[in-house]
């Protein structure tokens, strides 16, 4: 199976902030990466598909980026509705796996 | 606008089977397999398997092989996943997600449903 080492776990940070979230695959992937973002007591949304094109509807602050085994998920101009939990999760093979997720907390 | 609409929460004693639906409208149903993803309280995600929706056959990631069954229902374009042998563990929420957007990833997601195994 592909492993993804997300980092880090959680993060703090003030509004009007730029972050930035990192996910390792434990092997080449190409571009296939999605973020996912999740509020408390909600599903998961679809940020990211295909490592940097952003999903119809989603704020452009978010940006992806990367290939092969690195990716990163920035988010700048940090807002309120900001306040969530981060997941990367590889579509390159099956089992699709998820990164541990990281919750994202503000000052 | 694509929908999936899974069934209630549910209450089960520990050894026995429960099965959870995921109905999808909005768009064709047989265009777009369904996903499955376990989310344990305030853990991570896991992909259970995927199904197709027009031919009926699963892959199943190997930790959920003999746990999980996904089975389909063209005629009332409905996933199922029934969940056997239920413990302790097997309490979380239960989502089914379909690419039926980007067709990449996993943009539409049901509401989720809540498995609870206690005596």
């Known amino acids: 199976d592909i492993q993804m080492n997300q980092s880090p776990s959680s993060l703090s940070a003030s509004l009007g902030d730029t972050i930035t979230i990192t996910c390792h695959a434990s092997?080449?992937?190409?571009?296939?990466l999605s973020w996912y973002q999740q509020k408390p007591g909600n599903i998961p949304k679809l940020l990211i598909y295909?490592?940097?094109n952003l999903h119809t509807g989603v704020p452009s602050r978010f940006s992806g980026s990367g290939s092969g085994t690195g990716f990163t998920l920035t988010i700048s101009s940090l807002q309120p509705e900001d306040i969530a939990t981060y997941y990367c999760?590889?579509?390159?093979?099956?089992?699709?796996?998820f990164g541990g997720g990281t919750k994202l907390e503000i000052k | 606008q694509v929908q999936l609409q899974q069934s209630g929460a549910e209450l089960v004693r520990p050894g026995v089977s429960v099965k959870i639906s995921c109905k999808g409208s909005?768009?064709?149903?047989?265009?777009?397999?369904m996903h499955w993803v376990k989310q344990s309280h305030a853990k991570s995600l896991e992909w259970i398997g995927v199904?197709?929706?027009?031919?009926?056959?699963?892959s199943y990631n190997q930790k959920f092989k003999g746990k999980a069954t996904m089975t389909v229902d063209k005629s009332s374009s409905t996933a199922y996943m029934e969940l056997a042998r239920l413990t302790s563990e097997d309490s979380a929420i239960y989502y089914c997600?379909?690419?039926?957007?980007?067709?990449?990833?996993?943009?539409?997601w049901g509401q989720g449903t809540s498995v609870t195994v206690s005596s």
């Open positions: 997600a379909s690419l039926a957007g980007t067709g990449y990833a996993m943009d539409y």
């Open positions: 909005g768009y064709t149903f047989t265009d777009y397999a």
């Open positions: 199904i197709s929706t027009y031919y009926g056959d699963a």
């Open positions: 092997q080449n992937i190409n571009v296939w």
């Open positions: 295909k490592a940097s």
């Open positions: 999760q590889q579509g390159q093979s099956y089992p699709w796996t």
